[in-house]
Structures are given as C-alpha cells and as structure tokens.
Nanobody, 116 residues
C-alpha cells in the first residue's frame, strides 16, 4: 500500500533552517509529482511546494526564495529545504501524492515550530 512518512520537523529559531524528508513507498515514485502542504492552527491546509516527475518546481508566494523542494528517485524521497524561517511558517507539514483523481495520499505530518 502507499505510504508517505515525513521526518525532520522540530523547533527552530527565526532565521534558522530545517530540512524535511518524505519517504515514499507503494507506488512508482519516479512517475509522479510530489507536494508539500502545511496547516497552521485555525487555518486551512495550503500547498507550499510542488515538484513534477521531471523535477520542475513551483512554490507558494509566501515561501519563494526561502524554500526548495527536491527529490531523489533512487531513494524514493522528496525533500523540503526551509531557510530563513519565520514564525508564520509554524505549521504541521504534510507530504502528498495524487496518483489519480480518486487516489490521493497524505503522510502523517511533521510539526515545524519557529519561535525564539
């Protein structure tokens, strides 16, 4: 079955960096685009970054220039490098893949807290 397992979250001071990882299994990873979403308390889940199967990327305006999404097809893993973190980046971050309109999968999420 499809599994997405995030790791790498934690507490970081403003201006700091974190790298999130999402290990995928149960599908042909190299054939699909991957997404990172986040959800802050009291807010809707929002798309943060997307990477296509061929490694084209796009980002939410709020993270452009600070976050970088990448993938390693040999390791079936997608990453989110987060630099210059701000308190408003505090959220649970989720890995996501859409295999079809009816087959959409989420990881369990990893908490990122940006605070001094």
């Amino acid at each position: 079955q499809v599994q997405l397992v995030e790791s790498g979250g934690g507490l970081v001071q403003p201006g700091g960096s974190l790298r999130l990882s999402c290990a995928a299994s149960g599908f042909t990873f190299s054939d699909y685009g991957m997404n990172w979403y986040r959800q802050a308390p009291g807010k809707e889940r929002e798309l943060v970054a997307h990477i296509t199967y061929s490694s084209n990327t796009n980002y939410a305006d709020s993270v452009k220039g600070r976050f970088t999404i990448s993938r390693d097809n040999a390791k079936n893993t997608v990453y989110l490098q987060m630099n210059s973190l701000k308190p408003e980046d505090t959220a649970v971050y989720y890995c996501n893949v859409r295999l079809s309109s009816l087959r959409v999968f989420w990881g369990q999420g990893t908490q990122v807290t940006v605070s001094s």
